[in-house]
């Protein structure tokens, strides 16, 4: 074991400024709203279990079709009125704060669905974080009571026309009200949420038959429904209207990234496809039935005039749910549970956890995430590269994002453009982007990204001892650990853990397993590095620290994982 010299002291406060490149800033975020988030967090992960413990027998369906009502149900209320909802009165309930939290954590998505078509988002500047926190019993982490007449109630009663309170439970007998894709008067019919056979509108098989215009049609239906009626708006008024995923575009040169993307040649053939004599609502077999039959339509043509049929990809993908949002967010909150239930595991969310004198030098935790997040931020303004977060600083950055127009205008300010949260990363390209990030990181700041142990790098002593030993020169020496920045990293095994990568944005692709067991493997072969490396005494201190957490039993590994139990990913 290393002998670990005194650590040197904790900042016991936030610095009055921050730099970032080449400016200085005041800190973006305050212990406060961290200690609001993890509050609001705990709640978000009692209320699964809750739903969870009330269907016992089909635990991940039941969690899913809840989020399935959850988001129709925040979609009731957010296009219901366009006005501010920042106000304590104008409170949802906790299930539709739930929806909302991870919609704001994906800022591209929210920023410019905000300008299409919601103008709540809009005329909302921000999440109402700590509202939402100080409606949570501190010591229990349930919502508190909202009596039939408080002005909550009144308001989300009179806004959507549904109750307060959403069941933990869902019958058979209980219908939601959803438009005929083929209709052109867009038909309202009754659908069960959930059925026998799998095929309710909350359920991963979901198709039903119009009785108006006799069709049937499915939820990819719906969807092309949904875009043909954009393609159609693009097209009588290309000024004022947008396709989603085509408002916001970084330049490479200059990297900015308000730049209205370049929509002529992109949308040119799918809107040559819809003739100017048809009628506003188009029926989704005139352009095909299928979003990939667009993709392959289109793909020639935006290779030759965007550059690459990604980018048409991107667009597409907006419309594989047909809700008014771009992007599928039972998805989103599946995807952030995954961090919650690391925070959780952190017990970063337990009751009075980080409670000034609670725990002796914890909140300084939470001084240093922050501090790491600043430090990420500086990295962001080093290189147009996608970067990787730890859990800590992940924390400290979505609690930012929350903050959306701040956030907006920090980092235009910062950065000149505002990095998005993409939470559908593929796992193998995430795990190679942290690679990157750490190494970027040692590189600029002189100590490591983490120290947990999860993912280690190879040895970057190793080099330097191959050269000594042929000019004749010493290998490494064991030394205490010199920790010359302990606000960006601390030596102690109860922080750790916070260091690992935040992989709560990462997806599965096909034949994932195989992908999986190849970065096993090579996993497998770096840590064998290490220990050799170790033994013939090339190891820097911290990575010796590094590699004793790596062995010990138990050890969580970053990006070897199962995948999300939902079949809308």
């Not at 730099?19 to 209320?47: C, E, M, W």
């Not at 100080?134 to 109630?153: H, Q």
Request: aromatic share 8%.
């Amino acid at each position: 074991m290393i002998e670990e010299a005194p650590p040197p002291p904790y900042p016991t406060s936030l610095p009055d400024k921050f730099p970032i490149g080449k400016q200085y800033t005041s800190p973006l975020v305050n212990v406060a709203d961290l200690q609001d988030h993890l509050r609001l967090l705990g709640a978000f992960d009692l209320l699964q279990n809750l739903v969870r413990s009330a269907n016992p027998s089909d635990s991940d369906d039941a969690w899913i079709v809840y989020l399935a009502r959850a988001v129709y149900r925040f979609e009731k209320w957010i296009l219901a009125n366009p006005s501010d909802r920042s106000g304590p009165e104008t409170l949802p309930p906790l299930d539709v704060l739930m929806v909302w939290h991870s919609y704001c954590l994906n800022p591209r998505n929210y920023y410019e669905d905000g300008v299409r078509s919601i103008p709540a988002i809009r005329h909302t500047p921000k999440f109402p974080l700590a509202q939402a926190a100080n409606a949570i019993d501190a010591e229990t982490l349930l919502p508190l009571p909202v009596l039939p007449s408080s002005a909550r109630s009144e308001s989300w009663t009179q806004l959507t026309n549904m109750p307060f309170d959403l069941v933990h439970t869902t019958g058979i007998d209980e219908v939601v009200a959803i438009p005929c894709p083929a209709c052109p008067t867009a038909n309202l019919m009754s659908v069960p949420w959930v059925t026998k056979d799998k095929s309710g509108y909350a359920q991963a098989d979901f198709r039903t038959l119009c009785p108006h215009c006799r069709i049937a049609f499915n939820r990819e239906s719906m969807c092309v429904r949904k875009f043909c009626n954009d393609v159609v708006k693009v097209r009588d008024d290309p000024d004022h209207q947008f396709l989603a995923y085509t408002i916001l575009f970084v330049c490479p040169s200059t990297r900015l990234n308000d730049v209205l993307f370049f929509r002529g040649t992109l949308l040119s053939p799918i809107t040559g496809a819809i003739s100017a004599a048809d009628s506003k609502r188009v029926v989704p077999r005139q352009i095909g039935s299928k979003v990939i039959w667009l993709t392959g339509s289109t793909s020639e043509c935006t290779l030759r005039h965007v550059g690459s049929p990604c980018r048409m990809m991107r667009v597409l993908s907006c419309y594989e749910n047909p809700t008014p949002f771009s992007i599928e967010l039972s998805g989103a909150v599946i995807r952030q549970g995954a961090f919650v239930k690391k925070m959780v595991g952190l017990e970063w969310t337990r009751p009075g956890h980080f409670d000034v004198g609670h725990q002796h030098r914890a909140v300084h935790v939470l001084v240093r995430s922050i501090a790491r997040y600043h430090a990420f931020v500086d990295l962001l303004s080093s290189a147009l590269m996608f970067f990787v977060p730890t859990i800590d600083i992940d924390l400290t950055w979505h609690t930012h994002q929350l903050d959306c127009r701040k956030y907006r205008s920090d980092t235009l300010a910062l950065l000149g453009r505002t990095p998005d949260h993409d939470d559908k990363v593929e796992e193998g390209a995430l795990s190679s982007a942290y690679d990157i990030t750490a190494r970027a990181w040692g590189a600029r700041f002189g100590v490591p990204y983490s120290v947990c142990g999860c993912t280690p790098l190879t040895s970057t002593n190793r080099l330097m001892n191959k050269v000594s030993r042929i000019l004749g020169g010493k290998k490494s020496q064991d030394k205490p650990i010199q920790n010359t920045r302990p606000d960006l990293v601390s030596t102690l095994d109860d922080d750790a853990d916070a260091t690992h990568p935040s992989e709560h944005n990462s997806v599965v692709i096909p034949n994932h397993d195989a992908h999986r067991a190849e970065r096993a493997r090579k996993l497998g072969k770096r840590i064998k590095e290490l220990e050799k490396d170790k033994e013939k005494g090339r190891l820097t201190d911290w990575e010796k620290l590094r590699l004793e957490r790596m062995q010990r039993e138990g050890h969580d590994r970053a990006f070897i994982y199962g995948a999300v139990p939902y079949w809308g990913l």
